[in-house]
């Protein structure tokens, strides 16, 4: 069982304030959310703010990550760049949980212009508490590694 409650946040423009509920959120079920911004609402790169995120993941800092954009879709493209980052979009609760189940995921992706706050912070919650099964599972997740071609 781990003892890092450490969950880095992170987003761009589009999801600022979806993930200052989220962060406020994770709080109140008993972690400490590293968030990282950004906190003013200019324009800001998605890759710039996924990355940071993952980083925090891969060094161990943090023990998940968890990001946010307008679909989800580019911040986890950036973060998954990152060694030892699993990173999926999840903007249902089924994927939340199967991501953590048979991926390890360590990092969660959201769409702040596809979802809404109360299915976001639901989302969250399923990511949280599901467990990875190992077993054959954890043969396919070492399978997946950086590929020369
Ligand atoms: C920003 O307009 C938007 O492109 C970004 O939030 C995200 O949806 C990219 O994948």
Known sequence: MTTNKRIALS???AAISLRQAL????TE???EAVDIGPTTPESTPYPK???????LVSSG??????????TGQGIMMAANKVAGIRCGVCNETFSARMIRQHNNANMLSIGARVVGEGLALDI???FLSAEFEGGRHAMRVDMIEPSET
Request: charged share 20%.
């Open 23 to 26: 962060a406020a959120h994770i």
């Open 49 to 55: 703010h996924g990355k940071e995120a993952a980083q």
């Open 61 to 70: 800092d943090c023990r998940f990550g968890i990001i946010i954009c307008g």
């Open 124 to 126: 969250v919650d399923v």
């Open 11 to 13: 987003s761009d423009h």
């Open 29 to 31: 079920l008993g972690w």
